[in-house]
């Protein structure tokens, strides 16, 4: 780390944005990412005077902490994103109270290290103060008020089901009760994850709800945006929303809920998120998939076809409200109840329509493999799908749906056979929905056949790899590993010895010139050399090899990040270092300027896979400019609680929309 990194860290100057054309892709997604909750009429604003209310606003979070923080250049908080749009804050007092109490508290604070902040993102967010009668009464020279409540979470620390975390604090709930009831309209922002959002119905005066989450460096932007319709609001939910935390299925076990950590049983299986409420029909407070616009759309199936290849629907969408705006369509299937477990809806696929003007309409195209309607047989060690109707549901989120089309099997189907690696070392009490009820299918719905007899079965089984090959010098005497180790392999199988060609002084840049094989060139090193080469920097030894290569490489300057691969085979072996950052929403390096992205779950919530591949390209433009090689993300954990402290790393609660999201952000990469 050279003199300028070291003093960007201690006084968080950090320098310009190696890449400056990333802002205007993250503010664009931020406001994509944004999901509106609730709108009695209140949105979208004009600029004028406002009052500004709620610790969020002045000290808005825009990404996590630990290694999900991103030493970002600057931050555009709510405040200042409002104030750009042409808004005229009525609450300056209360805001400068705000950030006093709060600078005070941080220079006060002898719990968090010079590390804790400027490496990991963390300091003291105090609870608001009360709000005064005199600094109500002077905001009430705007009309209309805006509530920011913010949240903070990170590694090392799951979030906690008690007032201040998942629930508002009482100062929170007594200030937003003044403010909704003072204020001809109110605007309550979500700056957190998932929380305990009753009270945006409980607390009298909240005419809208908006969800930002933690949107990145352009956060206040993209808000103002959104707020003001010039960017119409697009984003759904990626987790279902509770009336109450117990309604999750891990609620009781989940981290230190129960007062174990040390073990965590799975007993909710594949019943997470709206698969679980849907299966036990409970009703949440925001379905999976929800968010509202500031315009109306219409879902019309034109077609559909299936073979054993793929599902093909195509739907048109038209905009039959008065506003431009963009829609998702979303398409659930419920699989036929058997022996097998299935919950009552599962997403397969969805698609994102351009910005329509009102009254157009645009044509998506919807494909889904058919292997993917298949459950895992546990017993049979294969993907099958059991006989009966697929109810193939069009609708904008988990709750809004209609059946379209059915298809029907004949008959049980092998789809896929694989062979199991790992299985549990014991049972587990697994949760299990009541049997699903009868349906009504529309007269209207599309009816589909396949036959079990045209179903060509894929065969996995062989895939499996059974040998693992060494490669030695010619002439060069060797004896197995498993021969020769009397520790055994955690996945046993055969050790094949290669002989290639005898290259002791060839070196990595004749396997970059097409000289050498890679197999090769690592056949021609020591058994010192290959420890130190997969083994990382952080508690290195020296070992002096031959020297082959005969010059020196100048490497470029790289900033201080997670870890490296050895660099000390550069010069004789021609073997540079690899280096690896973190940050899922961002480059996690020490004292230099990276872009702050919207966080996963924020991302995802755009629904928009083109986005996400864009949102990719410029994450590799900062990892191209400061010669990063290796990225740790994107995270894909699935939100199985949401007290998950890492829950913005990751995607959402379901795996197709995760899975989907992170392929094309990683592509993008």
């Not at 006989?387 to 988990?398: E, I, V």
């Not at 940050?583 to 629904?607: D, E, L, R, Y």
């Not at 949102?615 to 090689?629: I, K, N, P, Q, W």
Request: net charge negative.
């Amino acid at each position: 780390m050279n003199i300028r990194q070291i003093a960007g860290a201690l006084t968080q100057h950090y320098g310009k944005l190696p890449n400056p054309e990333n802002a205007a892709l993250v503010r664009r997604a931020a406001a994509e990412g944004i999901v509106l909750l609730k709108n009695d009429g209140a949105l979208p604003l004009r600029p004028g005077p406002i009052a500004l209310f709620g610790a969020g606003g002045v000290d808005t979070i825009i990404c996590g902490t630990g290694s999900g923080y991103v030493c970002a250049p600057y931050t555009v908080t709510v405040k200042k994103g409002l104030e750009d749009a042409g808004f005229t804050l009525t609450s300056w007092r209360w805001l400068k109270r705000l950030a006093e109490e709060s600078r005070l508290a941080n220079k006060k604070d002898k719990t968090l290290s010079l590390l804790d902040r400027r490496w990991s993102g963390r300091s003291i967010l105090i609870d608001e103060p009360e709000i005064q009668a005199a600094e109500l009464s002077e905001a009430q020279r705007a009309d209309t008020a805006i509530y920011v409540i913010r949240r903070s979470a990170g590694e090392e620390k799951d979030r906690a089901a008690v007032k201040g975390d998942y629930y508002l604090s009482d100062r929170e709930r007594r200030n937003l009760e003044q403010v909704a009831a003072a204020f001809a309209h109110t605007v309550v922002v979500l700056n957190t994850c998932v929380i305990d959002a009753n009270f945006i119905e409980e607390i009298p005066g909240i005419d809208a709800a908006v969800y930002i989450g933690l949107g990145g460096m352009e956060a206040g932007n993209a808000l103002a945006d959104v707020l003001t319709g010039q960017t119409g609001p697009s984003g759904r939910l990626t987790d279902t929303w509770a009336r109450q935390y117990s309604d999750y299925p891990a609620a009781e076990t989940f981290s230190s809920n129960d007062g174990i950590t040390a073990q965590e049983d799975y007993a909710e299986d594949i019943y997470v998120g709206y698969r679980w409420f849907d299966s036990m029909g409970i009703e949440p407070l925001y379905p999976f998939g929800f968010g509202m616009s500031y315009t109306v759309f219409r879902q019309e199936l034109l077609s559909a076809a299936a073979d054993w290849r793929e599902l093909r629907l195509t739907v048109q969408v038209e905009n039959t409200g008065a506003a431009s705006g963009r829609e998702v369509v979303q398409l659930y299937i419920s699989a036929p109840s058997g022996r097998l477990d299935k919950p009552f809806q599962e997403l397969k696929c969805y698609a994102k329509t351009d910005e329509l003007a009102p009254g157009e309409k645009q044509i998506l195209t919807l494909t889904v493999p058919t292997e993917a309607l298949a459950s895992f047989d546990e017993e049979m060690t294969a993907f099958v799908m059991e006989p009966g109707s697929y109810f193939l549901r069009l609708g904008s989120h988990s709750r809004d749906t209609e059946i379209a089309a059915v298809l029907t099997l004949d008959g049980e189907t092998v789809v896929r056979k694989v062979t199991d690696v790992l299985r549990q070392d014991r049972p587990l009490n697994k949760k299990i929905p009541p049997a699903r009820a009868s349906e009504v299918i529309p007269d209207k719905a599309v009816r589909l056949v396949l036959r079990s007899a045209d179903c060509k079965t894929a065969d996995n089984v062989s895939r499996i790899p059974k040998t693992v090959t060494t490669y030695i010098p010619e002439g060069k005497e060797y004896t197995p590993y498993a021969a020769s180790n009397r520790y055994q392999m955690p996945v046993p199988c055969q050790e094949v010895v290669a002989p290639v060609r005898s290259l002791p002084n060839s070196t990595f840049l004749d396997v970059c010139g097409g000289k050498v094989t890679v197999e090769e060139f690592v056949a021609s090193l020591e058994p010192e050399v290959l420890a130190r080469i997969v083994t990382g920097t952080l508690e290195e030894t020296p070992y002096k090899t031959r020297d082959r290569l005969h010059r020196k490489i100048k490497l470029p300057s790289v900033p201080q990040s997670s870890g490296q691969t050895t660099g000390q085979f550069t010069d004789s072996l021609g073997i540079p270092p690899a280096y690896l950052f973190d940050g899922p929403a961002g480059m996690h390096i020490i004292g230099c300027a990276a872009t702050a992205f919207p966080v996963g779950m924020t991302g995802a919530q755009t629904w928009d896979q083109e986005l996400l591949y864009k949102l990719g390209e410029a994450f590799g433009r900062d990892m191209t400019s400061y010669h990063v090689t290796i990225g740790l993300g994107p995270g894909m954990n699935i939100h199985r609680d949401p007290l998950c402290g890492r829950s913005f790393e990751y995607y959402s609660e379901d795996p197709v929309l995760t899975g989907k999201s992170a392929a094309a952000f990683t592509q993008g990469v």
